[in-house]
């Protein structure tokens, strides 16, 4: 049974820093590649950043490009988003997923979704 538990959220003011963690199991997670999307209230859930199961391939939204670094340690089952500088449009759920296969920002193509960590951003 695959499993992704988020973990990190929490509240920051602006210009600040969180790091989000996932954990994975039940899955050979070395062989998937994974990401981070999020929901604001009254929006669709949307990409955010993707690394390829080798860490050889990362990819980010353009709202975050700069602040936000993915990172993964596939001997811990694990896959990090450090988000700096961050900024009160960042507030939503944030949640990770896994996929069999290249990067992809259409979530309906992802296989497994986590429960989801609130970042909250002050102004």
């Known amino acids: 049974q695959v499993q992704l538990v988020e973990s990190g959220g929490g509240l920051v003011q602006a210009g600040g820093s969180l790091k989000l963690s996932c954990a994975a199991s039940?899955?050979?997670?070395?062989?998937?590649?994974m990401g981070w999307f999020r929901q604001a209230p009254g929006k669709e859930r949307e990409f955010v950043s993707a690394i390829s199961s080798s860490s050889g391939v990362t990819s980010y939204a353009d709202s975050v490009k700069g602040r936000f670094t993915v990172s993964r340690d596939n001997a811990n089952n694990a896959v990090y988003l450090q988000m700096n500088s961050l900024k009160p449009e960042d507030t939503a759920v944030y949640y990770c997923a896994a996929r069999i296969g290249l990067i992809t920002r259409f979530t309906t193509m992802w296989n497994y979704w986590g429960q989801g960590t609130q970042v909250t951003v002050s102004s």
């Open positions: 039940g899955v050979t997670f070395s062989t998937y590649t």
